[in-house]
């Protein structure tokens, strides 16, 4: 599984406190061997045709496109915020 930064994701990146900076490491690790691993719970976001996200830790979440072996980071921060920035 390959990643791509988008700016938008770049900049809420740089944005995230060192513990979240390390539970998104984390979830990336997991994306890149196991894209269905239970702990990062992987769904398409409700609305959209082509946004999915994944679950970093309870309240930061990460939105991505998907495109064969190509994952797309969109977005990350606090749940609600960032699923509305679909």
């Not at 269905?36 to 939105?63: C, F, M, Y």
Request: hydrophobic share 35%; proline share 1%.
């Amino acid at each position: 599984m390959r990643f791509e930064r988008t700016e938008r994701f770049k900049r809420a990146y740089l944005k995230l406190d060192e513990q979240k900076r390390q539970a998104l490491k984390k979830a990336l690790r997991l994306m890149s061997t196991d894209i269905n691993h239970p702990s990062i719970r992987v769904k398409k976001v409700q609305g959209t045709k082509d946004v999915w996200e994944a679950r970093a830790s309870a309240g930061l979440r990460l939105t991505f496109t998907w495109v064969g072996d190509l994952i797309i980071l969109r977005n990350c921060g606090e749940h609600d915020k960032t699923l509305k920035r679909c």
